[in-house]
């Protein structure tokens, strides 16, 4: 074997673009400090330790043991603890860092005031004191108020906290409130809503437009400098510019007053003076009821009128229609609130609010483009406004120009430290640059800052799980589901985590739940950014399903994936994955290699470079794909039979923001289970991927593959192999090209070029071609010869193809051409020595041909989907073909004539769910195959209604040899239903039937020389088969599983030229496969399968008996934490049961004697 080697060089340009924010980034913490004061809003002082007087204190400043720190009215902190915990502080509240002795951490004395505090450090040191009490905190959320008499009131979101003073002690844990009043003992006490208790932590988003605020000159005035810094769109620099002894003269400035006091979280104060302003029938009271209307949706998503239209939207305020945008995307109406956002900006064009509103809506949907004008706009009008600039950072984000992304959060931040979005973002930005730890701090803060967003816990559980904290992992993941128990997202992450956990079970039910709950992000994300959602939890479920043993299962969730978002990669390669594992492994039957190599080549070209785990479809809502790293990686698999069988692969990737490449290698050896049963295979292969643009990319692949092997054709008896073929198949170089546009997030298209080259060879001492007497009524056979033959095709075609894909609500339409030309060189050379006189030249050459042939086609498709209700889905599509291609290359004596071939193929499809948890599916199809590897290169989609129609033959090839051209028609009807038992069924019944036309090469003795002569052969397959599943999943760690197929052939194989040569064999094969799988958490799993294999055969001139026999298997393995590795060993026909299948049944080929398998696989 030649050594190959690679060179793929590539010049990346990155280009950084820092513009500075108002405030730098805070310092490590120095390793004494107690703390640092991480976010200042309006008038905050600290005292130092051993100081004299009360000093301005500034965001980023390290704070000390002994400081001491008090909040001025309409004022709020955070201060940020050296283990990452964070302190949040209300208006009129004052603090002092104590200094416990060591071990203790540095811990809040409250002196009065409130604090909400934020604790998720694995310390159980930490402590807080108030005059009443001191309490010790166990990994604590939890809220505290002060009295001006020290009462103490502690309300408990999460955690333990021990509470203790002179009179008693006291446990507290989630759920539960103390109150300790002046000389005495904690005591529990009934807590209101969670929610209630922490008003003052809510963000109310800037909606009040001054265009309609209608001020009168003096109030203007007198507010001068407040407005400006409002305009600016600085909603805390407007509240601290804001005269404190100004009272408002009218009801606009009692408006105005109170968007300011929501800036700050004082919704209770808000609330009443917009109370009175809002029952006069003026255009203030008109302002005052959206702000209420803000303030109720913001407290209670989902509580929201329903949007106003029609007349009475005539003549509506800017800050109305922002207020209806807000609700409406609370009644999960995107696309309501998205035009009234649109109308807010036609309303009031100045008004930086409504653009930012517009711009974050636009993004929600995926339209970047439309997202960036809107978002420009917003900040040209006002250029301070934290939730633009936040926007900004997710757009940068969504192009991978992460330190412009990180400047951007950073300046959000610091014109409002308030804004969980600019810390969410700015972690999440920190975790992909490598900055973990770093990165996880921020992700703290913003859960301290909005402690009710299910979100924000979700995106900090997943954190916590990247680093392998379980604990804390699983606590924020479990706070995510109740604090918002429609959100799927925490469920989701949650099933990601109890997979690596190796707790299979659980991950299934989290992640069906995700599911269930999927279409309650339409808060967030528009109806298409749903269905991507939808399709990424069906692909990570198929994952899952897969190691739960429910591969069946696991492939039609894939297939429902695609379904749902064609564009979803993840889905299409898991389709991939699964038709490859029902490949043959000596590749000998290559009935799904089509299906497998398309969807291989779909998914990669989809996939963005550097693709994580989730979609790539990024909205401000979704951030999934930031935990993924800049990294290179090493992956390998080894497996190993103990009859002498190798198998092993390797590959080197590098995964980076614009640019992605893996270097893989590929080596078999089989010696085989008879004579001249060997194989020995290599694979060499690039891969690269590079972003061009934002809406552009570049994939390329190289492959170099040799496979040298004897007869590997499947017999019913192993006695009638050929021992002396030898095949020798080398491709160097297959060269793949495609390029992805992205016009919209609707509309994508896709392109692929590729140069195949194939080059067959193939030795025979004893090949018999047919002899017989060419006469007038046709073809009389008399026997076949015996002859020594060289054979040699090489293949090169040329194929290109463009795609169309358009999606958009309830409908989709998938639309493409491809044309291949190329020509087919083949060289064939019969010699028998023995035949020296008679019909044959007197020197033994019996045929030499050196053939030329053309080979063209034409492939024109379109696929139309349409969702008529959400329980129904229609397919329709159709197909035409037009392939020009040898005669007959395959069968000396060869032809040197070319024939052609064409067929139109309607499509139609059908996938129901009559009930919740039941699908009925339906499809039928029909197709042209193709003539070689040429087939298999295609972006036409290989499913209808989840049903593969993508065959490179039906026939099984130990059965009919290689086929050109076969046509395919099927049926298929499956259903499908899920117990809430976790008990799954399912039945499939499929009709397959193909047709193959092809010209058989025979020797005319009647001529001489012995003249070729022409043979048709018309052969008609019909199969016919039902498969019924069902999986049980027991427990944590159990799955029971049973599959039955019935599989009915009939072949019809008959010969024009040879009248009353017809055969009509058929084979019945039933199979039965019982399996339970065993996973426990520390990472072992065992399984055990017994395998029961029916078969009768008819029509056959020799009899053919059929076989009756079980196999049984046993696997035992270890998983290393997080998946890194594993191990596994089994041992493979343990009973060492023998069998006789007749190959007219597709079959896998089971082991022939008691075998031993043993795997290593890992990657890091």
């Known amino acids: 074997m030649k050594a190959l080697k690679f060179f793929v060089t590539m010049a990346v340009l990155v280009a950084a673009m820092s513009p500075a924010a108002a405030d730098p980034p805070a310092k490590p913490m120095p390793a004494n400090a107690a703390g640092v004061l991480a976010h200042v809003e309006g008038t905050v002082e600290y005292w130092p330790a051993g100081g004299k007087e009360w000093r301005p ?197 009692k408006v105005y007053q109170a968007a300011l006091l929501l800036s700050v979280g004082k919704s209770e104060e808000a609330e009443k003076i917009l109370q009175s302003a809002a029952s006069q029938p003026s255009q203030p009271g008109r302002l005052a009821q959206a702000l209420l209307r803000v303030i109720a949706c913001t407290r209670n998503p989902g509580s929201g009128m329903p949007p106003t239209t029609g007349a009475a939207a005539a003549g509506r305020l800017a800050t109305e229609w922002l207020a209806d945008s807000y609700e409406a995307q609370s009644a999960s109406q995107l696309e309501t609130a998205r035009q009234a956002a649109q109308s807010a900006t036609q309303a009031a064009p100045q008004g930086g609010f409504a653009w930012a509103r517009l711009a974050e809506l636009e993004f929600s949907f995926g339209r970047t483009t439309a997202a960036k004008a809107a978002l420009a706009k917003a900040l040209a009008l006002a250029p301070r406004q934290a939730q633009a600039q936040a926007l900004q950072g997710f757009t940068f984000s969504a192009q991978n120009r992460w330190q412009e992304a990180l400047a951007a959060f950073e ?121 991507q959602d939808r399709a990424v939890r069906s692909a990570n479920l198929a994952s899952i399903y897969r190691d739960a043993g429910m591969e069946d299962f696991g492939s039609r969730e894939a297939s429902r994936a695609v379904q749902s978002d064609y564009a979803n990669y993840s889905a299409h390669l898991f389709l991939a994955n699964s038709f490859a594992d029902l490949q043959s492994a000596h590749g000998v039957n290559l009935r799904y290699e089509t299906a497998a190599t398309a969807e291989f080549l779909i998914a990669n070209l989809l996939a963005p470079p550097g693709a994580g785990v989730l979609s790539r479809g990024i909205s401000q809502q979704e951030y999934s794909r930031f935990f993924e790293q800049r990294r290179f990686g090493l992956a390998n698999s080894t497996e190993y039979l103990s009859r002498g069988a190798w198998r092993q692969g390797t590959v080197q990737y590098g995964e980076f923001d614009d640019f992605s490449y893996s270097l893989d290698g590929f080596y078999a050896s089989d010696h085989g289970t008879r004579n001249n049963g060997d194989l020995e295979q290599w694979s060499l292969s690039a891969q690269a991927k590079a972003r061009v643009t934002r809406e552009d990319t570049l994939y390329f692949q190289a492959i170099c593959a040799e496979t040298q092997e004897g007869d590997l054709v499947q017999y019913y008896n192993q006695a009638n192999a050929n021992t002396g073929v030898r095949l020798k198949d080398r491709q160097i170089p297959l060269l793949l090209g495609g390029w992805r546009h992205e016009w919209s997030p ?54 290109f193809e463009a795609q169309q894909l358009w999606q958009r609500h309830n409908h989709s339409l998938i639309a493409g051409a491809r044309g291949q030309f190329g020509e087919f060189s083949t060289r064939s050379f019969q010699f028998n020595p023995r035949v020296s006189v008679g019909s044959f030249a007197p020197n033994g050459v019996v045929s030499d041909q050196d053939l030329v042939n053309d080979f063209s086609r034409l492939t024109l498709y379109g696929y139309y989907n349409w969702e008529i209700a959400d329980p129904l889905l229609l397919t329709a599509g159709v197909s035409y073909d037009r392939v020009l291609m040898p005669q007959n290359y395959r069968n000396p004596p060869l032809s040197n004539l070319g024939e052609t071939r064409g067929q139109v193929s309607p499509k139609a499809g059908l996938i129901w769910r009559p009930w919740k948890a039941g699908t009925l599916r339906a499809g039928y199809t029909r197709s042209l195959g193709g003539v070689s590897s040429d087939q298999s290169v295609r972006l036409e989609p290989t499913q209808v209604a989840g049903f593969n129609q993508a065959y490179r033959s039906l026939i099984p090839e130990s059965i009919a040899g290689s086929a050109a051209a076969p046509k395919f028609e099927i049926a298929s009807l499956g259903l499908d239903h899920h117990f809430p038992t976790r008990t799954y069924l399912s039945a499939d019944t499929e009709w397959l039937h193909s047709k193959v036309e092809r010209i058989l090469g025979a020797y005319d003795l009647l001529a001489f020389p012995a003249g070729a002569y022409e043979i048709r052969e018309r052969v008609a397959y019909d199969e016919r088969a039902l498969t019924l599943s069902a999986r049980q999943l027991l427990g944590e760690e159990w799955s029971l599983g049973a599959r039955y197929r019935f599989g009915e052939v009939r072949l019809k194989d008959q010969f024009d030229q040879i009248p009353g040569m017809v055969n009509r064999p058929e084979a019945t094969l039933q199979q039965l496969n019982l399996h339970a799988l065993f996973n426990h958490r520390c990472g072992f799993f065992a399984q055990a399968e017994a395998l029961w294999h029916r078969q009768s055969n008819r029509g056959y001139t020799t009899p053919m008996p059929g076989d009756n026999f079980w196999q049984v298997n046993f696997y035992a393995g270890y998983r290393f934490p997080r998946r890194s590795a594993e191990v596994l060993v089994g041992l493979l026909n343990a009973g060492d049961q023998d069998y006789r299948l007749n190959p007219l049944n597709l079959h896998a080929e089971l082991p022939r004697e008691r075998t031993l398998a043993a795997s290593l696989r890992f990657h890091f």
Request: one cysteine or more.
């Open 746 to 799: 609707e509309s994508t298209t896709l392109l692929l070029f590729a140069r195949l080259a194939d080059d067959l060879r193939q030795t025979d001492p004893a090949q018999s071609p047919l002899l017989g007497l060419g006469v007038a009524g046709g073809f009389i056979p008399l026997g076949f010869g015996a002859n020594n033959f060289n054979y040699r095709s090489r293949l090169e075609v040329y194929s």
């Open 411 to 531: 300046k959000a931040i610091a014109l409002d430290g308030a804004l969980a979005s600019g810390w969410l973002g700015r972690g999440l930005v920190k975790i992909h640059l490598g900055q973990a730890e770093e990165g996880r701090k921020d992700l703290v803060m913003a859960a301290a800052l909005e402690p009710q967003r299910s979100l924000l816990r979700s995106y900090l559980g997943k954190a916590f799980s990247q680093v392998g904290d379980r604990v804390h992992a699983t606590r924020e993941l479990e706070l995510a589901k109740r604090l918002d128990p429609a959100d799927p997202t925490p469920h989701l992450y949650s099933a990601l985590m109890l997979q690596t956990q190796n707790r299979i079970n659980a991950a299934v039910s989290d992640l069906e739940r995700s599911q269930e709950l999927n279409d309650n992000r339409s808060v967030y994300r528009s109806r298409l950014l749903l269905d």
């Open 57 to 253: 204190a500034q965001a980023g400043q390290c704070l000390g043991p002994g400081d001491k720190l008090r909040t001025q009215r309409n004022s709020r902190m955070e201060v940020q603890m050296p283990d990452g915990s964070v302190q949040r502080y209300f208006e009129l509240t004052t603090v002092e860092l104590d200094t416990p002795p060591p071990p203790q951490a540095p811990g809040p004395n409250i002196r009065r005031g409130r604090m909400f505090m934020f604790n998720r450090s694995q310390q159980t040191q930490a402590r807080f004191g108030t005059p009443r009490v001191s309490g010790a905190i166990r990994g604590t959320e939890f809220h505290v108020r002060v009295e001006e008499d020290g009462t103490t009131e502690i309300s408990l979101l999460d955690g333990q906290v021990d509470l203790s003073n002179e009179q008693g002690r006291l446990a507290l844990n989630t759920g539960e409130q103390a109150v300790v009043e002046p000389g005495g003992a904690p005591r529990k006490t009934a807590m209101l809503e969670a929610h209630n208790i922490i008003q003052w932590c809510l963000y109310y988003p800037g909606v009040l437009c001054l265009e309609d605020l209608a001020l009168d000159p003096a109030e203007t005035t007198a507010l001068r400098e407040s407005l400006e810094a409002y305009r600016q769109g600085d909603l805390t620099g407007a509240l601290a510019k804001y005269p404190a002894a100004h009272q408002p003269a009218s009801d606009a400035g």
